[in-house]
């Protein structure tokens, strides 16, 4: 059972990255665009320092949701995103109580949590850099073929 279970992680964890993908990116679109209001207890958060910051972010969340949707570059993306959801909560959330269920920082902690596990464990089964991967295991490289080729050495000269 254990062994049945195990190995479908691969494919659960493809479908965590997807369903938290899509909804960082709504949180991309709804700094960058104005979409996708926050519900009314958050809106009277910390407002930001500086006018340009939620486009900055807003763009991060987005281009960085599109590329863990797609599987692609997942560990990089995952580090860069864990970076800026630490960033959040100590900016916003922190200030405002040490608890997270009092201070309005679960959600950003669950996201930095779980991309932080992505940065670990890959993207899964059902990812870009998975086939990715496996065609790099099943293309020799270049430079492997080189010294298997007769009368060549795979040492530059």
Known sequence: MKQAIASWEPYSRSVLRIILAFTLSL???????GVFPASGGRRAAIPM???GLPHV???LEIIGGL???LGLL?????????GELLAAYLYSAAPRGVWPIRNGGNETLVYFLVFLYFAVTGAGAWS???LIG???????????????LPGMTGSRE
């Open 134 to 148: 496996r065609a790099r295991a099943h293309f020799p490289s270049t430079e492997n073929a080189r010294s298997t």
């Open 57 to 59: 972010l807003g763009s």
């Open 128 to 130: 870009l850099d998975h």
């Open 27 to 33: 949180h991309g679109y709804r700094n960058m665009f």
């Open 74 to 82: 997942t560990r990089p993306v995952a580090i860069v995103l864990c």
């Open 67 to 69: 590329l863990l949707f």
């Open 49 to 51: 320092a500086l006018d």
